[in-house]
């Protein structure tokens, strides 16, 4: 019901042709992607480091490293998908 009441509120946003909104879409996720490409930097040498160390559960630190990334990734794919750009 979420993504029905989310496609109908973009769509109506859309429609306009003077809307501000469209300018905002494509910055805003290309700096969403930025910043999980940074975020997995960043997760990739705590994780590097945590392993060099020797410490344990760098697998589970991993995935919460990785799980950030991809909701990311996938938040800026769905808000490109759902005003279709």
Excluded at 13 to 20: K, L, M, N, T, V
Excluded at 42 to 51: E, P, S, T, V
Excluded at 54 to 80: P, Q, R, T
């Amino acid at each position: 019901m979420l993504i029905i009441a989310l496609t109908f509120f973009f769509n109506a946003a859309f429609a306009q042709e003077d809307s501000g909104l469209q300018n905002y879409i494509r910055p805003v996720t290309n700096i969403t992607l930025v910043i999980g490409a940074f975020i997995g930097a960043i997760g990739g040498i705590r994780l590097y480091f945590k392993a060099q160390d020797g410490e344990e559960d760098v697998s589970g630190e991993f995935w919460k490293w990785a799980g950030a990334c991809i909701f990311l990734v996938l938040s800026s794919i769905v808000v490109k998908l759902f005003t279709g750009f």
